[in-house]
């Protein structure tokens, strides 16, 4: 697997991505420090997030306990107040690229991969919620471009079905990262990356948030090839992910306790321990995952097309991969515009 030149896999260096996110508070001049921060301390790439508030949170959409823990009180001003646009993102990739280093974004709308498709991403990642959104897993496969796909609060068989959605790809430009869906992890669970690769059979990595410098260097000696891990200016800042994240100072410290190469074989086939939803995951796994969900008000006994649907936030009703499988069918009562389906509204 390469990411632009750089070869990915044992016998190379791990792959370390510095994931900005929404640390930038909305503000691209922050992406652009952030940017410069990242290369001065040793990552291999930058991470943003390209999504739209309005296309990615329905009327039920909620807050994730960490994220009113930090202080917010509305889902959809949240994501407003943290929004960057296609072309302010364009500036942090040409400035990732002056420095050498690459761009890589986690897209949350299947409608918005071509939007994304403007500028010259390196890579594409998915969040850790959208193991289960198979549309969007499969539009940002067909980009040509790796894929990088988060593992947080899913389950092996998940993680097992996600791959072969995935399969045209496999070994060729798909990576799978273990994660643990909590901000900050309280643990780093690093060995259920070897479930994760016996479920997945790709390359491997692990997308780190605990509060610790060392894990990244635990992960590469049991055979992580590419390690992501937020950065921040500031653990104090007001905001949902700046406390589960590195200071520059402290990501320059992670970097350097790396060993220079994966070695061959580090990664073992195990099936312990299996890959399960963790207690601190099951909040993040209801709010944070996508359901099916009305593109407008629908009357009972109407047959549902292609334009009644989207995909939104959160993942409490019918699931994304379940898309297809409900074109044609009719409805049992009348359902509300932006609401998610569920089971008994179908007849």
């Given amino acids: 697997m390469k990411i632009g030149e750089q070869e990915i896999g044992p016998g190379h260096q791990p792959y370390v991505i510095a994931e900005i996110g929404v640390n930038h508070d909305g503000e691209v ?3 652009l420090e952030l940017t410069d921060a990242a290369e001065e301390a040793g990552a291999d790439a930058v991470k943003l997030q390209l999504f739209e508030t309005d296309r990615l949170m329905s009327k039920a959409a909620k807050l994730a306990a960490y994220q009113k823990n930090a202080g917010e009180t509305d889902p959809l001003a949240m994501l407003r107040r943290l929004e960057l646009s296609i072309d302010e993102m364009a500036k942090v990739v040409d400035r990732a690229h002056e420095l050498g280093i690459h761009a890589i974004v986690t897209v949350f709308s299947v409608e918005l991969v071509k939007v994304a498709e403007q500028l010259p991403w390196d890579a594409y990642k998915s969040a850790s919620p959208d193991i289960i959104n198979r ?3 499969e539009a940002m496969a067909a980009t040509d471009k790796p894929l990088i796909v988060s593992t947080g609060a899913s389950t092996w068989a998940e993680v097992s079905q996600a791959s072969r959605w995935l399969d045209n790809i496999r070994l060729k430009r798909l990576a799978f990262l273990q994660c643990v869906s909590c901000y ?4 780093p669970e690093i060995e259920m990356m070897r479930s994760v690769y016996q479920a997945s059979e790709c390359w ?9 410098t060392d894990t990244g260097r635990l992960a590469v000696e049991m055979g992580a090839e590419i390690l992501e891990k937020h950065l921040t200016y500031s653990q104090a800042a007001a905001g949902p992910d700046h406390a589960a994240s590195l200071e520059p100072e402290a990501f320059r410290e992670y970097v350097s306790h790396l060993p220079s190469i994966v070695e061959p074989g580090a990664i073992e086939l195990s099936v312990e321990p299996k890959k399960v939803v963790l207690q601190c995951e099951r909040d993040v796994r209801e709010v944070s995952r996508q359901s099916l969900v009305t593109t407008k008000a629908l009357s009972t006994g109407h047959t549902i097309t292609r334009d009644d649907l ?3 936030r959160p993942g409490t009703s019918l699931p994304p991969y379940m898309f297809n499988n409900l074109i044609g069918r009719t409805l049992s009562r009348d359902v509300e515009m932006d609401v998610p389906l569920v089971v008994e509204d179908l007849a």
Avoid at 204 to 212: E, M, R
Wanted: no cysteine.
């Fill in 29 to 31: 001049s922050r992406a």
């Fill in 184 to 187: 900050p992890a309280p643990q």
């Fill in 310 to 312: 989207t995909i939104k």
């Fill in 135 to 137: 549309p969007l897993l």
């Fill in 204 to 212: 491997i990595g692990y997308s780190d948030h605990t509060p610790g």
